[in-house]
């Protein structure tokens, strides 16, 4: 069982920085693919970022790639996503996500959610 929860939230003007962090509880943390997801109001909850257990591959959705960055600190049962470059189709609520393929995209198939940290980017 995996618990998480993220912060790190809040509002910006376009081309502005935020930074989340989602930490995790339990001790099989580092055997877990970690992502992050977001949902906008009337939309599905979409694939943003993942990186595997050990932190050497990551991969983004084509939107934000260039410009968010996550990692993970294992020792600290942390994982982080950097968002540079914002924009307002940014806007969502971001969800830490774990228990899932690395590589599988599908929010289905996420066995565990943080409860969400609201980003909103002004125009």
């Known amino acids: 069982q995996v618990q998480l929860v993220e912060s790190g939230g809040g509002l910006v003007q376009t081309g502005g920085s935020l930074s989340l962090s989602c930490a995790a509880s339990?001790?099989?943390?580092?055997?877990?693919?970690m992502g992050w997801f977001r949902q906008a109001p009337g939309k599905e909850r979409e694939f943003v970022a993942a990186?595997?257990?050990?932190?050497?591959?990551?991969t983004y959705v084509d939107s934000v790639e260039g410009r968010f960055t996550i990692s993970r600190d294992n020792a600290k049962n942390t994982v982080y996503l950097q968002m540079n470059s914002l924009k307002p189709e940014d806007t969502a609520v971001y969800y830490c996500?774990?228990?899932?393929?690395?590589?599988?995209?599908?929010?289905?198939?996420?066995?565990?959610w943080g409860q969400g940290t609201q980003v909103t980017v002004s125009s």
């Open positions: 996500a774990a228990g899932f393929l690395y590589g599988n995209t599908n929010n289905r198939d996420v066995n565990y």
């Open positions: 339990g001790r099989t943390f580092s055997r877990y693919t």
């Open positions: 990186i595997n257990w050990s932190g050497g591959s990551t």
